[in-house]
């Protein structure tokens, strides 16, 4: 297993190590090589960590030496717009069978407000090009309750896999067995850190959230969000839709934005195996105050006694810029001052 760095540039406002580990500490070309060179030489097969954020030349010397060396290439997920000839003609050689890809968003729209900025249209090219090269299990990575999603957003993801499968089956025909899709369905969770963190769980919007009294509201919203999925999905062959629970995946939105009031309902759990929001009501907390209470730009954070150097101001910022569907560029410390990270906030 080869690191290829640390941290991501791309800035989607969901994810907590894009903004943590500000700014990426990429490793160079030569220096992963000879990382690669110092193996035992009875090793031949590469596990490489972070292709979806090392530059185009890096991956492109990584191969060429891979190749040279007749190693095999193996990794967990690969970003869409980053597939090319050689990284193609590499996964054919090293005979891999299963791909996972990220999508994020539902639609094109979510994927603009969570600054992803991935095309259908590079999605459908890169699912054509793995399946191609011999992928016989595609794993497609999306989720439900972000900001702002509608079920017209679910209605074009619906859209899409039905164009994918379209793209894919004739050549899963022609080489004796299809390519399997695999749809992991998760309930978005704000993370300290991100622009995101002044979201609701569940996808309502601040009012709706404000309005609640529960975190009933919120589960209901994705328990539809994923019977949507599983209604015009589930009859299509060959797909597998994975999702879990919401009231599950509510526990991380607790503990996720929680504060040192949760320790007593943590240890209630621990010594008697209850249940999460039982021990929370009992010392007279709730879950929605924790996971769907939206928060707002000037509140003071319980991980604010934690410095990561990045301006507050600028993740209310880009949390507003989400919501007009703005792109922000990727981190770029040599030319952009912007976050408070390298200093000098503009």
């Not at 000839?85 to 791909?99: D, F, M, Q």
């Not at 320790?263 to 008697?272: D, G, S, T, V, Y």
């Not at 993740?315 to 507003?320: A, F, S």
């Amino acid at each position: 297993m080869t690191e290829l760095g640390r941290g991501c540039s791309r800035g989607c406002r969901f994810c907590a190590a894009g903004f943590i580990y500000r700014p990426p500490r990429l490793w160079s070309g030569p220096a992963i090589i000879d990382a690669l060179q110092r193996r035992p030489q009875t090793i031949d097969r590469i596990g490489l960590l972070g292709m979806e954020m090392a530059e185009d030349r890096v991956i492109d010397e990584i191969i060429g030496y891979l190749r040279n060396q007749d190693c095999s290439l193996s990794f967990s997920s690969l970003r869409a717009d980053r597939i090319s000839p050689p990284l193609i003609e590499l996964l054919a050689a090293s005979r891999i069978r299963s791909v996972a890809i990220a999508p994020d968003g539902c639609s094109e729209r979510l994927r603009r407000v969570i600054n992803k900025n991935l095309s259908e249209e590079k999605l459908l090219e890169a699912a054509v090009a793995l399946t191609t090269a011999g992928i016989v299990h595609l794993k497609l990575y999306v989720m439900v309750g972000l900001p702002t999603e509608t079920q017209e957003d679910l209605a074009e993801l619906v859209r899409f896999i039905g164009r994918l499968k379209r793209e894919i089956d004739p050549i899963g025909r022609d080489r004796g067995r299809l390519t399997e899709l695999t749809l992991s369905v998760n309930s978005f969770v704000p993370k300290p850190w991100t622009p995101f963190q002044y979201c609701s769980y569940g996808g309502l919007d601040p009012g709706e959230a404000r309005a609640a009294v529960s975190s009933q509201p919120a589960i209901k919203r994705l328990r539809e969000r994923i019977g949507y999925l599983r209604k015009h999905l589930g009859r299509l062959p060959n797909i597998r839709l994975k999702t879990d629970r919401p009231e599950r995946i509510l526990r991380q939105a607790i503990l996720a934005r929680g504060d040192r009031r949760l320790a007593p309902a943590l240890i209630k759990c621990a010594l008697r195996g209850g249940v999460l929001k039982k021990s929370l009501h009992e010392i007279g907390l709730t879950a929605h105050q924790y996971a769907v209470r939206p928060r707002d730009d000037d509140e003071i954070f319980p991980w604010d006694i934690l410095d990561h150097r990045i301006n507050p101001h600028y993740l209310y910022d880009e949390y507003r810029r989400a919501f007009s569907e703005k792109s922000t560029a990727a981190c770029r410390p040599d030319r952009c001052r912007s976050c408070g990270v390298c200093g000098n906030v503009r």
